[in-house]
C-alpha cells in the first residue's frame, strides 16, 4: 500500500512543475536552459528548480503531445533544441490552471476561513 | 515506439551538455573561473545519471517488460503442471483446430476470391412465373429484350444458354460442354482472356462470324497450349469456327465450361414470353442495393405482363447475388457446421476454465504471498491472464497444425460435381491469411474466455479470506466451486445442443438413404452419349434410331449383360426439359397455364433395366415403333394428378397445339422416379417410346450381374464399334450417381455427428473433474459422515445426486436452447421436425446417461473412502 501513496506525491509534484513548464512555454518556444531561467526569474526566485529534473518533466510532456520538440539556433547561433506548446498543450494548460485556481481557492478558506468571508 | 525512445534519449544527451554549456558560459560571464563555473552549474543541474534514468522511465516500457516478466513466470508454472498443461492445450488445440479446419472451408467455399471484377455487384436474373409454380427459370427472351431496354437497376445485362457442341479433327472426337454468351457478358464479368480477344458485337448476331473462346484447360489438354491457336479454324459441330481467344486457368464461368461461342439472338423472338432459355447476368449500378434492383425489377415484369396479357402469363424475376448462386446448397450446412465448431470450442473453454479454476483454489497460498507483498489486483489479474493465453497460444499453435491436417481430409470428402446441387468445385482448402487472423481471434478470444473467470476469482481474493477458507472441515473455494459448476451445466447444455442438431441430421440421413429412388440403381450402367447435330441431324431421326438400335445390339452381346435399355436422359442428372400437355376431353387451359410433364424417351427395355415397376396397362414393346400409334406411359404422379389416379390407362394427351393436335396414348403406368434427389419432390413424368420420337440426347442402361465399373470400357468401345467419331459424354454406374446425390448430406451429417461426440466426450471429462475435485475437497465430510454411520450406498447417493442435479439442470436448458437453434437447420432436414421429440428425448437420455456414467467413477471413490484416514487428512 506503501507504494501507491508515493506514487501519488510524486505525480503531484511532477504535475506542478508540469504546470509551470507549459505556462512559460505559452510566451513562445524556448530551449531547457531559458526555460530552467525563466521559471526562476518568474517567480522571484522562490522556486528552484533543481535544474536536471526539467528534463524528465519534458520528455513527459512530449509523450502525452502537449508540447513539441524542434531543432534551432538559439540568439547566438548555437544550435538548440526549442520546446514549443502544442494546441493540445494548450488546453491542458487553460484546464490545469483552472483546476489549480480552484485548488489553490479552497486550500486558502480553509486555511483562513475569516478572511473569505471579510474579503480581501 | 521503441525507436522514439531511442532517439530522444540521444536528444536528452545533446540537451544537457547543451544545458550545462549554457550555464557554465553564463556563471563565466559573472566572473567565475572557467573551472568554477562549470562545477556550479553541475551542482545547479543536479545528479545527471538520475535525470537520464528518470527520463528514460518516461520512455519506457513497462507493460512489456512486464509481460515479460509474467510470460516467464506462466512457463514455469506451466512446466511445473505437465498434466494438466498438457490437457488444457489438447482440448484448446482440438476446439481451435476444428474451428480452423470449418472456417478455411468458409472462407474457401462462401467468402474466396472470385475472379470477376467487384464481384459484389454480380448477380443472376432468374425468371419466376407464379401459375406454373416455377421461382428459378431461365428467362424467355421477349423477357430479356425488355429488360436490357427498360431497366434502371443495372449497368450492363448479358444473355446467355448452354450450347453443347461435338468438337472433331482433334484427336479424338469429343463433346464440349459449351455456353453462348452475348458480347458484353465477359464485359460485365470483367475478365479479359489470357490470349486474343472475347466476343464482339458484330459475331453477337444472327448470321455474324462463327467464333469461339477456349477455356484454359481445352486449350492445353485438346491443342496442346499452341501459342498461334487465335485465327486457326477448329470443327465444332461439323462447321468451321475461329478460335478467336483463350480465357485465363482461373476462369471458370459457368462452372465447367470448355467453350463460348456467341449468343446471337435473333430479334425475331422479340415477342417469345413463352421458352425459357435464357440465363442472364447483370451487374448492378453502383449504389443500387439488390432489394432495390428487385424492387424495380418486379415492377417492371408487372408492367411487361400488362402489356402481353396474351402471350406473358405472369413472369416475375428474381434476383441472386452471383455469390450465393454460386455457393448454392452447400451454405446452410456450412454455417450449421461453423456453429458447431464453436460451440465445441466453447465447451472445450468451459473445461478448461473449469481446470484453471480448480488450480487456482491450491494455488490460493502463492496468490496470498502475492498480495502480501504488495502485487496489486490488477497486476494479479494479468498475471492470471498471461498464463491463460499461454496455454490457448500454445492451444492455437497445435490447432492449426491440427487444420492443415483436417483440410486436407475435408478436400478430400468434399461434395464435388455432383450433377443435382450447385456447390462451387473446391480442390484445395488453403491455410490463408484470412484463416490464420481466425485462428489467432479464436485462440486470443478463448484465452480470455476461459481466463478472466478464474483470474477474477483469484484476483478477488485477500488473504484474510484465504487464511479463513483453509481452515479445517470448511470447504475451500465455495465461489469457485460454484463457478465450475455453472461451467458444467453451460457445457453440458451446449452439448445437448450439437447432439440435438447431429441427431436430426442423423435421423434425415437415414430417412433419406432408406427412401427408394423409385428404381434400383446397382449393377447398372449408365453410358451418356449426345448425338453430333451435324451427322445426326434432327431433320434426318432415322439415323438417330439405327445408331441407338445398333449400339443397343452390340451392347447386348457384352459379358454377364442381363437387361438393356436407353433413355434420352438418366436420372439424377440433373434437369433436361419438360413438355406441355392438355388431357383429351378437358377445357383447353389459358396459354402458359397447360398442365407439364417431366419428358423421357426410352426404349422398350429401360423399365426392366431400371427395375421401374409397372403398376397398371403395359410396358412398351418393339412395336411401339415409329409410324405406329402414339403410346405413352405416365408415372404414379400424373396419373394421380392429371388423369383421375387408378384410370389413366387409356386416356389420351394432346401435346401439340390446340388447332393441330398431336395425340398420345396412355398404355400403361409406372412408379415414380427420385429423378432429381431423393429430397427433391416429384415431377410429374411422361415417357414416350424413344422410337416414335427420338432425340439427340441417349443414354445407355446395362443391368449386369457384376460390377458396372468393369463394363465401362466394352460398353464405350460398343458406341465406337458403330461410330467411330462419336465422344461418349460419361459412363458410370448408376450407384455412383446415386451415392452423389446424397454425398453433401453424407459428409455435413457425419461432420457434425463427429462434433457432437467431441462435444460429448468433452462434456463427460468436464463434469468428471468437477465431481473428482468435489469429492476430493469432501474427503473429510464424507469421512465424518461414515463414522456418524452413514453407508457406502448413502454415499454413493449423495456424490450422484449432486452430479445428477448439475446433469438435468445442464440438460433442460439445453432442451430449450436446442428447441430454439434447431429452427435455423430445418432447410437442411429431411422429413423430420427441427423439433422431433423423439431426437431430443433420444439425445437427452444419452447425455445423461454419460454424464452419470463420468460422475459414478467419483462417486465410487467416495464410497471407499476410509473414515479413519479421512478423519486423519490434512
Redesign the interface.
Known sequence: ?S?KEQRERIELLQGTLDLLILRTLLLGPR???AI?KAIEFNSDEVLQV????L??AL??L??RGWIS?EEGTSENN????FYRLTPKGRRQLALETRKWDKLAGAIARILRPNSQENGP | MMLRRKRMLKQLDEDIHEHIARETQENVDRGMSPEEARYAAMRKFGNVMRVKEETREVWSVVWLEQLLQDTRFGLRMLRKNPGFTAIAILTLALGIGASTSIFSVVNTVLLGHLPYKDPGRLAMLWGTNAKQGATEIPVSPGDFFEWRQRNTAFQDIAASYDHEVTLTGAGTPQLLIGYSFSANYFTILGVAPELGRTIGPEEDRPGGAKVAVLSDKLWRETFHGDPQIIGKPITLDGEPYSVIGVMPRSFDYPPGMQVWMPAALPASEANDYQHHYIRVMARLKPRISVARAQAQMTALSLQINAEHPATDTGNGVNITPLREELAGDIQTPLYVLLGAVGFVLLIGCANVASLLLARATTRHKEIAACAALGASRGRLLRQFLTESLLLSLAGGALGIALAVWCTKFLVSIFPNDIANLSIPRVENIPINLPVLFFALAATIFTGVLFGVAPAMQSARANAADILKESGRGATPGSRSARLRRFLVVGEIALSLVLLAGAGLLIESFERVVHGSLGFQPDHVLGVEVFLATNRYPENQPDKQRAFVRDVLRQMQSLPSVQFIGAASTLPLTGFWGETDFVVEGQAPPKPGESPSADNRFVTPGYFSTMRIPLLRGRSFTDADRDGSRHVAIVDETLARRYLGGSSAVGKRLNLGPQEKPDWWEVVGEVGNVKAFGLERPDLPTLYRPYDQSPVGLIAFTIRTAGDPAELINSAEQAVWDVDKDQPVFQALPMSTLADQSVALRRVSTMLLAGFAALALVLAAVGIYGVMAYSVAQRTHEIGTRMALGAEPRDILRLVLGQGARLTALGVTLGVFAAFVLTRFMASILFDVSASNPATFAAVAILLTSIALAACYIPARRAMRIDPMAALRYE
Open positions: 500500500m507504494t530551449h531547457g536552459h530552467a533543481e535544474q536536471g529534473s528534463y524528465p520528455h513527459r512530449i509523450k520538440v548555437r544550435r538548440a533544441k
